[in-house]
């Protein structure tokens, strides 16, 4: 059962392969892990240290961005274990060492599970805040703002409304459906996250514009 701090489980992903195989998949990964990947190369490729991962879903993500740029820790972490069972067989899958996925609530205190680590170059969200209550938006930047090192960034992608205008009409529907299906989800509005930025300690963001009516933001952590 999808509670209001819990993200999409299993609605829109599937599983493959045989009965132990505990890989998740979705389809719109596909379509999207060469733009997303192509759009942070100028970031992830300077970059080195860890980065944490949101919401990692699936996991599929997580794995291709490790494939891509190896030189980088990646730690996944999602609040639905059967997700990170999924991060997890996905790495295995792609014969990646990768830290184990971390069962984290991103609306909460982020200290005792990522207790192994000081700080993260990059903190990076995708797809998560629309299905998920404003508590959980808060909570990424309230701990990012503890986690992320001083010019390091804080990367989200994903539907986001400019100017509280809806970028196309298919936009305006998802956003009707998600909120029909839970009152606290939403397609939120960028000048939301550029409030909680600036309470946060991090820097008005780069918006770069994706396909599908979708956006990168990208965060700089200020001093």
């Not at 629309?130 to 804080?154: M, Q, R, V, Y």
């Not at 994903?158 to 956003?175: L, V």
């Not at 939120?188 to 909680?196: D, F, M, N, Q």
Request: glycine share 6%.
């Amino acid at each position: 059962m999808t509670t209001p701090t819990t993200p999409h489980v299993n609605k829109y992903r599937s599983k493959i392969g045989g009965f132990n195989d505990e890989r998740l998949t979705t389809e719109v990964f596909e379509r999207n892990k060469e733009p997303i990947s192509k759009a942070l190369y100028p970031y992830l490729d300077k970059i080195t240290g860890n980065a944490l991962e949101i919401g990692s879903g699936t996991g599929q993500h997580l794995s291709y961005l490790a494939k891509n740029f190896p030189h980088i820790i990646w730690q996944g972490t999602d609040i639905d274990e059967v997700h990170c069972k999924s991060v997890d067989a996905w790495a295995k899958f792609n014969s990646l060492n990768l830290p184990r996925a971390l069962a984290l609530d991103a609306a909460s205190d982020w200290s005792s599970v990522l207790k192994e680590y000081d700080s993260f170059n990059m903190i990076i969200s995708m797809n998560v805040i629309h299905i998920s209550p404003i508590s959980t938006l808060e909570g990424i930047f309230i701990n990012s703002a503890k986690f992320t090192k001083t010019d390091g960034i804080l990367v989200f992608y994903g539907p986001f409304k400019r100017a509280n205008k809806h970028i196309g009409e298919g936009n305006k529907i998802f956003d009707q459906r998600l909120r029909n299906e839970n009152s606290a989800w939403g397609v939120r509005c960028i000048s939301t996250l550029e409030s909680l930025a600036a309470d946060n300690k991090f820097l008005a963001p780069k918006v770069i514009e994706m396909p599908s009516n979708n956006f990168l933001l990208v965060f700089k952590k200020s001093d």
